[in-house]
C-alpha cells in the first residue's frame, strides 16, 4: 500500500511543473559587489552565483554569500566610520590648540602694534633735541634699533597670522569634510543594517519608494576616498601641530629679542638721565659759585668806585683851600708849611686817584666777564634742564609699557583684531 501510494505521488509529481525565472550567469553584475582582496569567501559567492541557474539548490548558498558580504560591509563601514571619528576628534583638538595660539599671536600683535607707537612718540620725543651733536646721542640710536626691532616683529607676526589663518581654514573645511563621511556613512551602516534585517512578511505600505541612484562609484574609488580623507586630515594635523611648534618657539625668540633691546634702550636711558643730572648739579654748584664771585666782584667795584670818589672830593677840597691860600697878599703868599702840606695832600690825593682807576677798570672788566660766564652758565643750565626733562620724559613713556611675563600682554579696553578666513589679508596690511 505504500508503495503504491509513493507511485501516485510521484505521477502527481510529474504532472506538475513549476516554471522557475532564469537565473542570470553574466559576471558583470558582480562588479558591483566590493572586491575584497583577502576575502576568499567572496570568490567563493560569485561561483556560487554564477552556476546558480544550473543548479537551483545552490540558491540558499548564495543568499548566505550574500549576507555575509552584506556583514562584511556592515563591518568594514563602521571600521572606516570609526577612524573618521578618531580623525574629527584630532582635527577638533588640533582646531583648538590653533585657536589658542591664534589669540596669544594676536595679543602679541597687538602688543607690538601699541608698542610700535608708543617707540615713534619716544624716537619723536628724542629727536626733539635740535642739535646735531644730540642726534648722535646713543640713546637716539638705541630708541631707533627698538623702533625698528619692534616694527620688524610686528610685519613677521602678521604674515605668521596669514599663515595661521591660513592653516586654520584648512583644518576647518577637512572636519566639514570629514563630518559630511561620518553622516554618509552612519546613514549607509542604517541602511546596510535595515538590508541585514528586512523582513519578507513587512507591508508593502511601510516599505520606502524605490529611489534610483544611478551616481554609483566603484569600490576602489570609495576605499580610496577613505585613505585620502583620512591621509589629508593627518598631513594638515602635522602640518598645524609643526607650525604651532615653531610659532611657538619664534614667539620666544622674539620676545627674548625685544627684551634685550628693551633693556639695553633702558639702560642706555637711565645712564644718560644720570649724567645729565650729575652735569645740571654740577652746573648748579658752579652757578652759584659764579654768582658769588659775581657778588664780591660787584662790591669791590662799587666800594673802588667810593674809594675815587673820596679822592675826587678830597682833591677838590684841597685844591680850593689851596687856591683859597693862594690868595694871600705879597709877602703873606709864601712857601710856608701849610702850602707845602696842601701840595703834598694834593699830590697824594692825585697819585692814589690815578692808581685806582686802572684797578677800578680791571674789577669792571672781570665783572662783565664774570656776568658773561654767568649768563653762559644760566644758557646751559636751562638747555641742560630741557635735556633731562626730554630724557626723563621719553625714560617715563619707555617704562610706561613694560612686557608680561610671558608672551601675552593684558591690556586694558584693547581692539580686538579682526579674524576669520576672510580677514586674512587684513593682518598683511
Request: net charge positive; with cysteine; proline share 3%.
Amino acid at each position: 500500500m505504500s508503495q503504491r501510494r509513493a507511485l501516485k505521488e510521484d505521477q502527481l509529481r510529474s504532472d506538475v511543473r513549476f516554471t522557475l525565472p532564469v537565473l542570470s550567469t553574466n559576471k558583470s553584475l558582480l562588479s558591483c559587489i566590493p572586491q575584497l582582496g583577502s576575502n576568499k569567501g567572496l570568490k567563493l559567492g560569485e561561483e556560487s552565483i554564477c552556476t546558480l541557474a544550473d543548479n537551483i539548490s545552490r540558491i540558499p548558498s548564495a543568499a548566505r554569500s550574500t549576507m555575509r558580504h552584506l556583514s562584511t560591509r556592515h563591518t568594514e563601514v563602521s571600521q572606516w566610520q570609526a577612524q573618521i571619528y578618531g580623525s574629527i576628534g584630532q582635527v577638533d583638538r588640533e582646531i583648538s590648540a590653533l585657536e589658542q595660539m591664534k589669540d596669544t599671536a594676536e595679543r602679541c600683535l597687538q602688543e607690538k602694534q601699541l608698542y610700535s607707537q608708543l617707540m615713534s612718540d619716544c624716537v619723536a620725543i628724542g629727536s626733539s633735541l635740535i642739535s646735531a651733536a644730540q642726534r648722535q646721542d646713543h640713546v637716539l640710536i638705541e630708541l631707533k634699533k627698538e623702533e625698528q626691532l619692534t616694527n620688524e616683529i610686528r610685519e613677521l607676526l602678521q604674515k605668521q597670522m596669514c599663515i595661521l589663518l591660513d592653516k586654520l581654514s584648512s583644518l576647518k573645511q577637512i572636519r566639514t569634510q570629514l563630518t559630511a563621511d561620518f553622516q554618509d556613512k552612519s546613514e549607509a551602516i542604517k541602511l546596510t543594517t535595515k538590508c541585514i534585517t528586512y523582513n519578507l512578511n513587512t507591508p508593502s505600505s511601510r516599505l520606502p519608494a524605490g529611489q534610483y541612484k544611478p551616481n554609483h562609484v566603484s569600490y576602489d574609488k570609495w576605499l580610496s576616498h577613505c585613505k585620502d580623507l583620512c591621509s589629508t586630515a593627518d598631513n594638515l594635523i602635522k602640518d598645524s601641530t609643526s607650525f604651532r611648534g615653531n610659532l611657538r618657539f619664534t614667539l620666544v625668540n622674539l620676545k627674548n629679542a625685544q627684551e634685550r633691546q628693551r633693556r639695553s634702550t633702558s639702560d642706555a636711558l637711565r645712564k644718560k638721565v644720570n649724567e645729565l643730572s650729575r652735569v645740571q648739579d654740577t652746573l648748579i654748584w658752579e652757578r652759584q659759585r659764579t654768582r658769588d664771585e659775581f657778588s664780591d666782584l660787584t662790591k669791590d667795584t662799587e666800594k673802588l668806585v667810593g674809594q675815587i670818589r673820596n679822592c675826587d672830593s678830597k682833591l677838590h677840597q684841597v685844591n680850593h683851600r689851596l687856591d683859597i691860600l693862594n690868595q694871600r697878599p705879597r709877602h703873606e703868599l709864601c712857601l710856608d708849611q701849610p702850602y707845602f702840606s696842601f701840595t703834598l695832600e694834593k699830590h697824594d690825593l692825585t697819585k692814589m686817584a690815578a692808581g685806582l682807576r686802572p684797578i677800578l677798570k680791571h674789577s669792571q672788566q672781570d665783572l662783565e666777564l664774570t656776568h658773561r660766564r654767568l649768563m653762559i652758565l644760566e644758557d646751559n643750565l636751562a638747555k641742560n634742564a630741557y635735556a633731562l626733562e626730554v630724557e626723563r620724559k621719553c625714560q617715563n613713556l619707555h617704562q610706561s609699557f613694560l612686557p608680561s611675563l610671558d608672551t601675552i600682554v593684558v591690556l586694558a579696553n584693547r581692539p580686538r583684531l579682526c579674524t576669520g578666513n576672510h580677514r586674512a589679508h587684513s593682518y598683511s596690511q
